[in-house]
């Protein structure tokens, strides 16, 4: 049988001897393993592919943590498939792209629900099958347009969110309730053109490249964890449509290649930082 093992905690040497010593001892067989020591704060992480007869996670996670620096994180295992909940307001790539890769089975994700502050995508998205809850931010309080979302979210219980060109700022309060769990897909190379309307700041800077940025949702505007970046050029014949046209195509893989590499548990955190283990 094949199995994962994430772990991240202080670094100190003999770590990769120790938790390779107590797989073996359990009749483990490593596959695969990458591993990277964060020097700025001395953190360890590695993720580990591994096959045999495991006869306990408790039991083996129970003994790396009694070898292992206090504080360790250890998960053996994790949900193979994600549920996810996707945010959209009237723009389609995005929510197209990935309806497409979930309907193919190329996700590594389920689909549970979409929720949209305009009713623009329903009709699409209930060609999939799927679910789409229409929850207009109109003539409401931010709180009550974040508690009517939250109610459907706690119906479906996603493991993560995605914000699939979800054109509204969260408050702290609503994403203290996904700690970690919330993708957005932003359309600049950020920390460039942070907030709203960034192919036309773009084009008065007479910018020569475009890029698009995924990463998680915290606190503060547009400047969460980087997951996934890229790049395309442009050049003094590109006007704002012609930017807007070419960003979304852009925006479509960096979101894909993120939530890839999030679905495969993939990528750590370490305060806003990434570790991605492609």
């Known amino acids: 049988m094949k199995h994962l093992i994430l772990i991240q905690c202080k670094d100190r040497v003999g770590l990769v001897y120790l938790i390779t010593h107590i797989l073996s001892k359990h009749n483990l067989n490593i596959t695969a393993m990458r591993e990277f020591v964060d020097e700025s704060d001395k953190h360890f992480f590695t993720r580990i592919e591994f096959s045999g007869e495991l006869q306990s996670e408790?039991?083996?996670?129970?003994?790396?943590?009694?070898?292992?620096?206090?504080?360790?994180?250890?998960?053996?295992?994790?949900?193979?498939?994600?549920?996810i909940a996707l945010l959209v307001t009237k723009e389609h790539h995005c929510l197209g792209d990935t309806l497409v890769r979930h309907f193919f089975d190329t996700l590594n994700a389920k689909v549970c629900c979409v929720i949209g502050n305009y009713d623009d995508l329903r009709p699409f998205t209930e060609r999939f099958g799927i679910p789409f809850y229409y929850i207009s931010h109109l003539e409401k309080t931010k709180e009550d347009f974040e508690g009517e979302i939250l109610t459907v979210l706690k119906s479906h219980q996603p493991d993560y969110l995605v914000l699939a060109k979800f054109m509204r700022i969260l408050s702290p309060g609503f994403i203290d309730h996904f700690p970690n769990q919330i993708i957005n897909i932003h359309h600049s190379f950020l920390p460039a053109f942070i907030g709203a309307n960034p192919y036309r700041k773009a084009f008065e800077r007479g910018v020569k490249l475009i890029g698009a940025t995924a990463h998680f949702v915290t606190n503060d505007l547009d400047e969460g964890p980087i997951i996934e970046q890229q790049t395309i050029p442009v050049n003094h014949t590109f006007g704002v449509p012609e930017m807007v046209t070419s960003g979304r195509e852009i925006e479509k893989s960096v979101l894909s290649r993120a939530m890839q590499l999030v679905f495969q548990d993939r990528v750590f955190i370490n305060g806003n930082k990434t570790i991605v283990f492609e």
């Open 58 to 83: 408790q039991s083996l996670q129970n003994e790396l943590k009694e070898h292992l620096p206090d504080g360790t994180s250890i998960t053996i295992n994790p949900k193979p498939e994600k549920k």
